[in-house]
Antibody, heavy 124, light 107 residues
Framework: EVQLVEAGGGLIQPGGSLRLSCAAS????????MSWVRQAPGKGLEWVST???????YYADSVKGRFTISRDNSKNTLHLQMNSLRVEDTAVYYC??????????????????WGEGTTVTVSS | VVLTQSPDTLSLSPGERATLSCRAS???????LAWYQQKPGQAPRLLIF???DRATGIPDRFSGSGSGTDFTLSISRLEPEDFAVYYC?????????FGQGTKLEIK
C-alpha cells in the first residue's frame, strides 16, 4: 500500500528549530518529486518545498533560507529542517508525493498521495 | 498565479448539483489545474487533474471543466460524504498555488 507517515511536530518557541520526517512505503522516495504543504489553523493550503528526484530543491519565499528539505534514501524518508521558526509557521505540515506519469515519464506538480499531517505550533 | 475560488461557502442539499468556481489571475498553462477535497481533520484528497481528468477511484459525479483563467468543479448529485472543503491548485507556473477554498455545507 502506498503510504506517507509524518512525525516530528510539536510545540516550539519562536526562533527555535524542529525537524519533520515523512516515512514512505509502497514506493521509492528518491524516484519521485516529494513536497511539503502546510495549512495554518482555519486557513487554506500553502506549498512549502519540493525535492526533485534529481536532487534539486525549491522553496516558497516565506521559508527560503530558514527551511531545508532533504531525503534519506536508505530509509525511504523525506525530512524538513525548520530553523528560525516564527509564529506564522504554525500549521499542520503535510508530506505529499507529486504525481509521476510513467506513460510519458513526466513529473507533474500536483499531489496524488498525502500523509495525515503533523502539527507544528510556534508559540512562547 | 493567484487563484480565487467562489463562493466561499455553498449551502446545498443532498441530491442537488454543486458548481464551484476557480478563477486565475493569469492564464493557467496547458490546463494544469487540479481540485482537492478536504474533510475536517483529514489530508486533502486529489479529485481532478489536468482540469478535467478524474483521479483514480473518484466517482463520476465529480467533473471538472475550464481553461485559461476560468475553471469549474461540478458535483452532479450531492451525496452526504461530499460535504467538505474544496481547493483548486494550479501547477502550470512556479510556484504552484492554491485557491482559498470553497466550503460545501449541508443546507
Amino acid at each position: 500500500e502506498v503510504q506517507l507517515v509524518e512525525a516530528g511536530g510539536g510545540l516550539i518557541q519562536p526562533g527555535g528549530s524542529l525537524r519533520l520526517s515523512c516515512a514512505a512505503s509502497g514506493f521509492t522516495v528518491s524516484s519521485n518529486y516529494m513536497s511539503w504543504v502546510r495549512q495554518a489553523p482555519g486557513k487554506g493550503l500553502e506549498w512549502v518545498s519540493t525535492f526533485y528526484s534529481g536532487g534539486n530543491t525549491y522553496y516558497a519565499d516565506s521559508v527560503k533560507g530558514r527551511f531545508t528539505i532533504s531525503r534519506d534514501n536508505s530509509k525511504n524518508t523525506l525530512h524538513l529542517q525548520m530553523n528560525s521558526l516564527r509564529v506564522e509557521d504554525t500549521a499542520v505540515y503535510y508530506c505529499a508525493r507529486d504525481y509521476y506519469d510513467s506513460s510519458d515519464e513526466t513529473h507533474y506538480y500536483y499531489m496524488d498521495v498525502w500523509g495525515e499531517g503533523t502539527t507544528v505550533t510556534v508559540s512562547s | 498565479v493567484v487563484l480565487t475560488q467562489s463562493p466561499d461557502t455553498l449551502s446545498l442539499s443532498p441530491g442537488e448539483r454543486a458548481t464551484l468556481s476557480c478563477r486565475a489571475s493569469q492564464s493557467v498553462s496547458r490546463r494544469y489545474l487540479a481540485w482537492y477535497q478536504q474533510k475536517p481533520g483529514q489530508a486533502p484528497r486529489l479529485l481532478i487533474f489536468g482540469a478535467s481528468d478524474r483521479a483514480t477511484g473518484i466517482p463520476d459525479r465529480f467533473s471538472g471543466s475550464g481553461s485559461g483563467t476560468d475553471f469549474t468543479l461540478s458535483i452532479s448529485r450531492l451525496e452526504p460524504e461530499d460535504f467538505a472543503v474544496y481547493y483548486c491548485q494550479q501547477y502550470g507556473s512556479s510556484p504552484r498555488t492554491f485557491g482559498q477554498g470553497t466550503k460545501l455545507e449541508i443546507k
